[in-house]
């Protein structure tokens, strides 16, 4: 697609359900990221894959939460038994896998999770 | 990791010139300098991007000094809509490998009429 694409955009849960977020990167992207905002809070790092592999998995605030991706492609970071303090934005980046000239890392627009 | 730091919030007026600078002391050799503008409700978005010395596009200029240890984002002339937070991301390289990029905590830029 033309950009990356995440789903929901928006999502409320009931606390204690699980609940999962995907993200579609930029068609050929090989590298993709995983970020959380709070309200009115700076982006924090969860994960990021090159190609299907995680090599860092240490972003991620417990074992509540996971991330897969298949085929080098979609990602789906799932959030078992949620808590009200997962409530947050879920935002999910790509980028290509070389350049000539440095690299850029695109953002999609969010998934909106609200835990009540 | 190179950690980042910047101002928590700046104010301008219409129409000024507005640098915002940027402090990474740890940055290492392959490491770019990147500028993402995020308004509220979105994802950042790609400002610009540097490796030494100065680079200028449509809508910004960046300066990074011969040490890299510092880097100025300039936005001139900047208007209302300019209103948003400005993150420095150190850490995307040469190669494009993936690897934990942390972002810094942001500056809230605010233009006043």
């Known amino acids: 697609g033309a950009g990356v694409s995440q789903s929901p955009s928006n999502k409320v849960t009931e606390k204690g359900k699980d609940v999962e977020l995907r993200c579609d990167p930029i068609s050929g992207h090989t590298a993709l990221y995983w970020y959380r905002q709070s309200l009115g809070q700076g982006l924090e790092f969860l994960i990021y894959?090159?190609?299907?592999?995680?090599?860092?998995k240490s972003g991620l605030p417990s074992d509540r939460f996971s991330a897969e991706r298949t085929g080098g492609s979609v990602s789906t970071l799932t959030i078992q038994r949620t808590q009200q303090e997962d409530s947050a934005v879920y935002l999910c980046?790509?980028?290509?896998?070389?350049?000539?000239?440095?690299?850029?890392?695109?953002f999609g627009e969010g998934s909106w999770l609200t835990v009540v | 990791l190179a950690k980042t730091t910047q101002p928590i919030s700046m104010d301008s007026y219409e129409g000024q010139e507005v640098n915002i600078t940027c402090s990474h002391n740890?940055?290492?050799?392959?490491?770019?300098i990147t500028w993402y503008q995020q308004f509220p409700s979105q994802g950042p978005r790609f400002i610009i991007q540097g490796y030494k010395t100065k680079v200028t596009n449509e809508v910004a200029s960046l300066f990074i000094p011969a040490d890299r240890k510092s880097s100025t984002l300039s936005l001139p002339r900047v208007s209302l809509s300019d209103t948003a937070v400005y993150y420095c991301?150190?850490?995307?390289?040469?190669?494009?490998?993936?690897?934990?990029?942390?972002f810094g905590s942001g500056t809230q830029l605010t233009v006043l009429p």
């Open positions: 980046a790509s980028s290509p896998s070389s350049r000539p000239s440095g690299n850029t890392i695109y």
């Open positions: 740890n940055i290492a050799t392959n490491d770019y």
């Open positions: 894959f090159q190609g299907n592999s995680a090599p860092d």
């Open positions: 991301l150190v850490g995307l390289s040469f190669s494009g490998s993936a690897r934990q990029l942390t």
